[in-house]
Each structure stands twice: as structure tokens, then as C-alpha cells.
């Protein structure tokens, strides 16, 4: 089965403190993405990658920048937190192709919460 | 953009009746695909069933079905004989078929729905 690990389950961080949260895929899935998730708002895309060094903004990249350096990990950088970036943060991945029978692969997420 | 709407933010159920949870999504595209996924208290999503617009039968999977109706742009998700396994948040999402933005979710808001034993 495919496995999809974030570094951290529960992460407290201070206001303007720089955060990496890191996300690692197993099976050499193309495209991995990271979602945050608040209650009343549901899942919101803020980046995703389709490839090694490419990336791609989603719905609300404001205050976050990614990093993929490598196929499997996909890492999510708050340059200077902030309170209201605190949230559960989910990783997922999968492979590239037209749809038809991809799947997507999450991570348990990580509680991030800053003060 | 497509949105995804789920207006039922909980939802409540005795053990073994059946409950339908709600999802409508706005688009513009004649072919997408749909999912609902489960988010149990352990937080990793796991996909309950899939339905391809273009295909008119409502998918099922087990005890899990969907009522799609294209022209309505609704999509509900129906649980029969629910089990206390079912607690769970529940996510309507939506996946455009083509192109580099074909690869993300956009989901609805969720639903949790609890099972009364």
C-alpha cells in the first residue's frame, strides 16, 4: 500500500517563527499537494507539484512556500508564522495521468499551532 | 472555479438505518469526476466511492451508494444499515479531467456525522 508520512502528527510553534512541515511519498507518485483543513471551511488547496522542482499555487498560497527537491518529498514552508496559520495540514500524493482511475493518497496531517 | 457545497455540517443516525448525506458543486464542464471521502478520528482520508460524470449509473460500493444528478449538479452520498465504523467527517470533492490542475481536489465544507448505537 501505498504510504504517505508527514514528520510531525502535533507541531506548537511561536508567531514569526520559520516552519517546515515535511511530507514523504513511498510508491514515486508525480504529483503531491498540501492541503490545509479548518473546521466550517473543509480541505483548501495551498500548493501543489506535478514534478521535481515545479510547483504550483492552489486556492490560498499566501504566507506559504513549498519545496520539492526530490519526487518523494514535498515540504510546506511557513516563512514567519503567524496565529491564523494555525490548522491541521494535510500531504497527499498521486500519480499523474487523465483521471480516470487515479487515486489520491493522504497523510495523517499535522496540528500546527502557532502562538 | 468549481465550488463544493455541503450544507449539512452534522448529522446523526441510529445504528442500522440509513442516512444521506448531502453535496451540491457548481462547474461549468460536462465531464468531471466526483468522490466522497470518510476522515475517521485517526485523520487519514480514506475514499468511500467514486462516480465519473459522464457515466449515468450511480456507483456502489457495499453499503455505500450515490444518488448523481447531473442537471441538478448534486451528489449525495447514502449510507445504508450505518455502523458505529461510520463516525466519521465526510467530504464531498470534485477533480476537473483535463490539464495540469486536473491533479487537485476541491472539496466542500464536510459533514460530520455521528452514529447513536
Known amino acids: 500500500d501505498v504510504k504517505v508520512t508527514q514528520s510531525s502528527r502535533y507541531l506548537v510553534k511561536r508567531t514569526g517563527e520559520k516552519v517546515f512541515l515535511e511530507c514523504v511519498q513511498d510508491?514515486?507518485?508525480?504529483?503531491m499537494f498540501w492541503y490545509r483543513q479548518d473546521p466550517g471551511l473543509g480541505l483548501r488547496l495551498i500548493y501543489f507539484s506535478y514534478d521535481v522542482k515545479m510547483k504550483e499555487k492552489g486556492d490560498i498560497p499566501e504566507g506559504y512556500s513549498v519545496s520539492r527537491e526530490k519526487k518523494e518529498r514535498f515540504s510546506l514552508i511557513l516563512e514567519s508564522a503567524s496565529t491564523n496559520q494555525t490548522s491541521m495540514y494535510l500531504c497527499a500524493s498521486s500519480l499523474f495521468g487523465t483521471g480516470r482511475n487515479e487515486k489520491l493518497f493522504f497523510g495523517s496531517g499535522t496540528q500546527l499551532s502557532v502562538l | 472555479a468549481q465550488t463544493v457545497t455541503q450544507s449539512q455540517p452534522e448529522m446523526s443516525v441510529q445504528e442500522a438505518e440509513t442516512v444521506t448525506l448531502s453535496c451540491t458543486y457548481d462547474?461549468?464542464?460536462?465531464?468531471?469526476?466526483l468522490f466522497w471521502y470518510k476522515q475517521p478520528p485517526s485523520r487519514q482520508m480514506i475514499l468511500v466511492i467514486r462516480q465519473e460524470a459522464y457515466k449515468q449509473q450511480n456507483a456502489t460500493e457495499n453499503r455505500f451508494s450515490v444518488n448523481f444528478q447531473k442537471a441538478a449538479k448534486s451528489f449525495s452520498l447514502k449510507i445504508s444499515d450505518s455502523q458505529l465504523g461510520d463516525a466519521a467527517m465526510y467530504f464531498c470533492?470534485?477533480?476537473?479531467?483535463?490539464?495540469?490542475?486536473?491533479?487537485?481536489?476541491?472539496f466542500g465544507q464536510g459533514t460530520r456525522l455521528t452514529i447513536n448505537p
Open positions: 470533492a470534485y477533480r476537473s479531467p483535463l490539464g495540469q490542475g486536473a491533479q487537485k481536489l476541491v
Open positions: 510508491m514515486d507518485h508525480e504529483n
Open positions: 462547474t461549468s464542464e460536462s465531464d468531471y469526476y
